[in-house]
């Protein structure tokens, strides 16, 4: 079985839903998006890899209008709307002392060992592997058939000291609305390199 789905494509239709047709939006129809469905997506996410399997994002999922709202006075003017108007507005923050978490999640050696007393270090593997871990997150929301709209215009220690003041260790990177997207509200699609602008085979 799992060598058939290694060699399984996905389909014409399948790789559009995630990359070719789908697009990041601004606005939101007014569909509801269950809390059910916000987990199917983290169980996906969940399991993209990561180095030594760290799993450094961490995750606040703002759904009440309450909770947008504090997101929304952190962004900036444009992105505003873009926070209260969608069903869901995920922080996808990372933690810095995620080796703590390393003796269950990577039992197969003492990799918490490894980046004990370096936390500049702890630092970079964070960011990296949370990045990846928002990417997974998009494109789970893209596969279960809901849209994104990832943002960077927003007051990360504002939002960090308002959502993560509980955790210290905790740093909020970036956001993303989550729902079914209005297609009235996207811009023409930006250009995209050919494989020959920004690659090289050696």
Known sequence: MTEQLHDTVLSDAALAQLFT??????????????????????D???????????????????????????????ASEGNKDKVKTAPWCVIIGYDIDFHEQLPWLFPHTDAKSWF????????????RNSALQGA??????????????????????AVTEDFFADEPQYRADWICSIGYGDKSTIFDRSPRP?????????
Request: net charge negative.
């Open 194 to 202: 050919d494989f020959e602008r920004f690659n090289t085979i050696v």
């Open 116 to 127: 004990e007393g370096d936390v500049e270090g702890r630092i970079a593997h964070a960011k």
């Open 44 to 74: 996906l996410l969940k399991m993209g890899p990561t180095s030594a399997n760290q799993q450094p994002g961490r995750f606040i999922w703002c759904h009440s209008a309450e909770a947008k709202d504090r997101l929304a006075a952190h």
């Open 136 to 157: 997974y997150l998009m494109l789970a929301a893209r596969a279960l058939g809901l849209d994104c709209g990832p943002m960077s215009g927003v007051d990360l220690d």
């Open 21 to 42: 047709e789908a697009r990041s939006y601004n606005g939101w129809l007014d569909k509801e998006v269950s809390e059910d469905q916000i987990r199917r997506i983290y």
